[in-house]
């Protein structure tokens, strides 16, 4: 069995994964589902017919809801940050500082307007602008979500800054260097359309409940309709940006590349594995093969990779032990080179003490050579830059297989919607009860796969997980985590039973804010 | 209609209808009143005991100044340096 080390930093990354991925319920429902409710009262609008209007209603009761619980509840990791993550909070604080910013000023005059506007405005303000409200706040809930995932974006590709070793912040050199990181654009767009592929399946759920139980049949198939229209080119949207995505992961995070994918020795025309089982023992270096089955499709990973059949893609021994006729260094050799940034890092600071300048700048120079590598400088053997393997290979391939399945059910409902043979479909209608479930499957894997597979990094190659957390004891952490578990659990299940008694109300005579 | 015809309101009026849109929007709410229940416990607990009690920030709480916290972090980020020059 795996052992489990229950220090304070796993304490504080439990906790912190724990919140985010418990805070990841709302956010894509309410990324996705905003965007429905502007669709359907568009066609209210265009049409005047008062079913429309209903379903409109209706999903913005359930959209209302799940603002309503999951509101604030980010808020919780900036508190973790101020606590168990002190080290990190600095040194980052000049580059999240205006984003995070932003996004609090953005989402408060967002919510005070538009949300009123559009839970108190019918028949108060006339339809056009209600509807203009119900828009601007889906993409105005879409824009917030821009700036987290720009400092996520920063974390895994950490660009436009310098570090100041006077004041141990890096510095932010370029806001738009900032903003339009390759990696945070690449996050922006492939999290947000998974939101709406997670909010139209959402719907597909809900609806596939009243066709089952043949209730509010006529709301179900309108709701269909939509949601698969949206569910469909948001999936094909969330494929292409998946592709650029995986993409920029292969040229900036290598290492998770080959992690997600099982990949130990490099490969030249590399193929991509489709579906495979690890080898539970497998270590980097040992020789094993990785896997004990797989199918590969050929080639594929060297496409993905860097848009070339017959590329080479470093696996994670050439990442790790190097790899001379490919150009790649050696973990040991980036470690030796980390450990005498951190060093001239400590000379510079005890000579400033000493108000030796000369010799602080002598220092300075030093480290200014060596200081790309400074994160490596925290590892102890070249073994600790490696993820864990096995948890970002899977939830990556469940997150693959779900995605390769929900164009085809979307594509399924949309067609016997359209034939009128959508209530006779006694198969497909428990698949698309359970599709919201395996919305959240795949969207909790995404995470898991960009969160795990950066580890050990809390900024990549700059800052291990390890050195950003607060020299607390793992007692103080666990207090709160058990905390956040009675509190997000409550939550959770006030959210459940509050929707499942709204569905069971309906669109008719249901209330509407 | 509050917002129709804006143009013929003076500000009083304005300030006036949007006082009284949120009032009878607030007063008009069926499950949203269960809702705000739920966000004013909820933030309760979060910003008054959580952060509070459990989350104080650890370098305001310890250190006053800027120069303060950044000697400190520089100290845990280098305290494993082997000073060797």
């Known amino acids: 069995m795996m052992d489990i080390d229950l220090s304070m930093v796993n304490w504080a990354r439990a906790q912190f994964a724990f919140t985010a991925m418990y ?151 370029s806001f738009f260097d900032v903003v339009f990181n390759p990696v945070a654009v690449s996050k922006f767009v492939h999290t947000s359309s998974s939101g709406f592929l ?116 470093p696996g994670i021994d050439d990442l790790v032990y190097g790899n001379e006729e490919q150009n790649i260094e050696s973990t040991a050799s980036k470690i030796a080179k980390g450990k005498k940034a951190i060093n001239d890092l400590a000379l510079f600071k005890q000579a400033r003490k000493e108000n030796d300048n000369q010799k602080a700048e002598v220092f300075l120079s030093k480290f200014t050579k060596n200081q790309e590598y400074m994160g490596y400088g925290y590892l102890n053997k070249p073994e600790e830059a490696v993820p864990p393997v096995a948890i970002p290979y899977y939830a990556f391939h469940i997150m693959v297989a779900l995605g390769t399945l929900f164009p085809v059910l979307f594509a399924a409902f949309l067609f016997f919607s359209l034939k009128g043979s959508l209530t006779r479909q006694k198969w497909l209608l428990p698949i698309g009860l359970i599709s919201g479930l395996l919305g959240l499957i795949a969207q909790e894997s995404g995470w898991v796969v960009a969160e795990v597979g950066r580890q050990p990094w809390a900024i990549n190659g700059l800052l291990p997980v390890k050195v950003a957390t607060t020299n607390l004891t793992a007692t103080n952490v666990q207090i709160t985590f058990f905390m956040f578990f009675g509190l997000f659990t409550l939550l959770l299940a006030a959210e459940i039973t509050i929707m499942l008694k709204q569905i069971a109300i309906g669109p008719e005579g249901g209330p509407s804010k | 209609m509050v917002f129709k015809n804006l143009e013929n309101y003076n500000l009083i009026s304005v300030i006036d209808n949007i006082y009284t849109f949120y009032r009878d929007g607030f007063k008009g709410m069926i499950i949203g009143k269960k809702l705000w229940k739920i966000i004013l416990i909820k933030l309760f607990v979060m910003f008054v005991i959580l952060k509070l009690f459990f989350f104080p920030n650890f370098l305001n709480t310890k250190f006053e100044t800027d120069v303060e916290k950044s000697n400190y972090v520089l100290e845990q980020i280098t305290r494993n340096a082997a000073k060797s020059q």
């Not at chain 1, 469909?232 to 995505?245: I, N, R």
């Not at chain 1, 130990?264 to 594995?273: H, I, N, P, S």
Request: hydrophobic share 50%; with cysteine.
């Open chain 1, 23 to 173: 805070h990841w319920i709302f956010v894509p429902l309410t990324l996705g589902l905003s965007f429905l409710c502007a669709f359907f009262e568009t066609i209210y609008v265009r049409t005047g017919d008062k079913e429309w209007r209903a379903i409109t209603k209706f999903w913005m009761t359930l959209f209302g809801i799940n603002f309503a619980i999951g509101v604030a509840t980010g808020i919780i990791l900036e508190f973790q940050f101020g606590t168990n993550w002190s080290n990190y909070s600095w040194i980052v604080g000049d580059i999240f500082g205006a984003p995070l910013a932003i996004e609090g000023i953005f989402a408060f005059f967002l919510e005070a307007t538009f949300f009123a506007v559009m839970f108190f405005g019918w028949n108060r303000v006339s339809k056009k602008f209600h509807l203009f409200s119900t828009w601007m706040v889906a993409i105005g809930s879409n824009l917030s979500a821009v700036w987290i995932l720009v400092a996520n974006g920063w974390m895994q590709n950490p660009v436009g800054m310098a570090f100041n070793p006077e004041t141990a912040r890096f510095e932010m050199q």
């Open chain 1, 198 to 313: 997670f909010g139209s399946l959402f719907v597909l759920t809900i609806s596939s409940w009243y066709l089952l139980r043949g209730k509010h049949l006529q709301m179900a198939k309108r709701s269909i309709i939509v949601a698969s229209v949206f569910g469909l080119l948001s999936s094909s949207f969330v494929a292409f940006t998946g592709d650029e995505s995986a993409y920029e992961v292969a040229q900036k995070q290598p290492m998770k590349l080959a992690a997600i994918e099982g990949l130990y020795k490099g490969e030249t025309k590399a193929g991509l594995v489709a579906a495979g089982i690890l080898r539970r023992d497998k270590q980097p270096g040992d020789g094993q093969d990785p896997f004990l089955i797989k199918i590969k499709i050929p080639f594929m990973l060297s496409l993905l990779a860097n848009r070339s059949f017959s590329s080479f893609v």
